[in-house]
């Protein structure tokens, strides 16, 4: 089964710093990776797909990176809003559809 | 606007049933696929299932394979996920959540919470 492997856990930043979170896969998913936000109480809300295509409305300081098995998402300039757990999720072989165990972003 | 509405959670014994249903509005749900994803707390996200826009194909995670049984009624713009023999970690806020094809999700519901206790 193909496991995603995501880095660091918990990220600690400050507002305006940049903040990278990678993103492995235990084999190629080309570039069939997603990467979503989750919000305490909230829903997962797409951010990216393709490894690099923003989804309809994401902020431009959100930007996706990579292919084959190592994978960046990439937050230029942090907002309040963008403090929250992200996941992503690859959909190259299924099933499963897999996701990784979570990078909480925080103050 | 594009909408998923979770209902059917609960409390529940272990070894019962439940059926969890997803209404969908604002977006032709018939040319969808629909995907279930749960998460335990304080857990990340898991995959459940998958079903295709006509209901003719259907994936399920191992952890539901013999258990779950997803089903779609694309005549009321309606998923459903029937849940059997349920068990102390099936416990979970579940999602249902639309997909372009078997890949992505776009749309989430804002989930149905499933505790499974005595």
């Known amino acids: 089964e193909l496991v995603m492997t995501q880095s660091p856990a918990t990220l600690s930043v400050s507002p305006g710093e940049r903040a990278t979170l990678s993103c492995r896969a235990s084999q190629s998913v080309s570039s069939n990776l997603a990467w979503y936000q989750q919000k305490p109480g909230q829903a997962p809300r797409l951010l990216i797909y393709?490894?690099?295509t923003r989804a309809t409305g994401v902020p431009a300081r959100f930007s996706g990176s990579g292919s084959g098995t190592e994978f960046t998402l990439t937050i230029s300039s942090l907002q309040s809003e963008d403090f929250a757990v992200y996941y992503c999720?690859?959909?190259?072989?299924?099933?499963?559809?897999?996701f990784g165990g979570g990078t909480t972003v925080e103050i | 606007q594009v909408q998923l509405v979770e209902s059917g959670g609960g409390v529940v014994q272990p070894g019962r049933s439940l059926r969890l249903s997803c209404a969908a509005s604002g977006f032709t749900f018939s040319t969808y696929a629909m995907h279930w994803v749960r998460q335990a707390p304080g857990k990340g996200l898991e995959w459940v299932a998958v079903?295709?826009?006509?209901?003719?194909?259907?994936h399920y995670a191992e952890s539901a394979k013999g258990r779950f049984t997803s089903s779609r009624d694309n005549s009321k713009n309606t998923l459903y996920l029937q849940m059997n023999s349920l068990r102390g970690e099936d416990t979970a806020v579940y999602y249902c959540?639309?997909?372009?094809?078997?890949?992505?999700?776009?749309?989430w519901g804002n989930g149905a919470t499933v505790t499974v206790s005595s």
């Open positions: 079903v295709s826009h006509d209901g003719s194909n259907k």
């Open positions: 393709g490894a690099s």
């Open positions: 999720q690859q959909y190259n072989n299924w099933p499963p559809l897999s």
């Open positions: 959540a639309r997909t372009r094809g078997i890949d992505y999700m776009d749309v």
